[in-house]
């Protein structure tokens, strides 16, 4: 008699837990995701600090008279993970119009928020299925700081025509069709794992220079740059786009 209370006092708790522990119904309609995956690695010997993180970003491959749009990004804490690391997350198709090329950058930055490695080529991504597997992302690593002794960096953009040079941090800037001309020197630059940035004061006037790590596209003559950028002077914004030389 105390061996059948004892298996029947089991199944009542164990009747009880699993009515306390099912799961809850979804409340509103599911949302279809599309499930990206692949695996992050570069061929230097360097490790990547222990709180590093890896930012991935779904963007809009844009015509050749846009900038290109981020559609959705996904943060992943590395925590102490070295390459080869894999990963995988899922977009919100909703996000992602039909009739639409789609293309994805990798970069990995510390916990300083600075940007250490980046993907350097163009990554698509097939939104048509339910899983896009972009393989293995070699990545490059980020000169640090960009744009002092690292190289030259060429910015150009259009209506009005622009241009600057940098190099050593000096910036050689030409506006508005060659009617303006600056020579700056430039204070050491902001480092994220977005891009550089400058912040800074020429005869008087606050100026900002951002340089995004994104797919660019010249809007007249549809040549492709590895950077966005926006020069920001007098309160006058121009827009383009710049490589390293």
């Known amino acids: ?23 809850s119904r979804p409340t509103g309609p599911a949302v279809e995701g599309l499930n990206v995956q692949g695996e992050l690695t570069y061929l230097q010997r360097i490790a990547l600090s222990p709180n590093s993180i890896a930012r991935f970003s779904v963007y809009e491959v844009p015509p050749a008279d846009a900038s290109a749009k981020e559609v959705w990004h996904h943060d992943m804490s590395l925590e102490g993970k070295q390459v080869p690391i894999p990963f995988a997350f899922s977009v919100d198709k909703t996000q992602l119009p039909v009739n639409q090329r789609y293309g994805l950058r990798a970069v990995i930055h510390d916990e300083t928020g600075t940007m250490r490695w980046t993907s350097d080529a163009f990554i698509p991504i097939d939104a048509q299925g339910d899983v896009a597997d972009v393989g293995q ?27 600057f040079t940098l190099q050593n941090n000096q910036a050689d800037v030409t506006l508005d069709y060659g009617q303006t001309r600056y020579n700056m020197t430039l204070p050491p630059p902001q480092t994220t794992y977005a891009g550089t940035h400058y912040r800074g004061t020429y005869n008087g006037a606050d100026f900002a220079i951002d340089m995004v790590r994104t797919p660019c596209f010249d809007n007249m003559s549809g040549e492709s740059f590895d950077h966005e950028v926006a020069l920001t002077i007098d309160n006058r914004l121009y827009k383009g786009c710049g490589r390293y030389q």
């Open 1 to 23: 008699m105390k061996k059948t209370l004892t298996i029947a006092s089991l199944g009542a708790v164990c009747l009880s837990l699993a009515a306390c522990t099912s799961p």
């Open 137 to 163: 992302i070699k990545m490059v690593q980020v000169a640090a700081p960009q744009g002092t002794a690292s190289g030259v960096f060429r910015a150009t953009g259009n209506e009005p025509g622009w241009n």
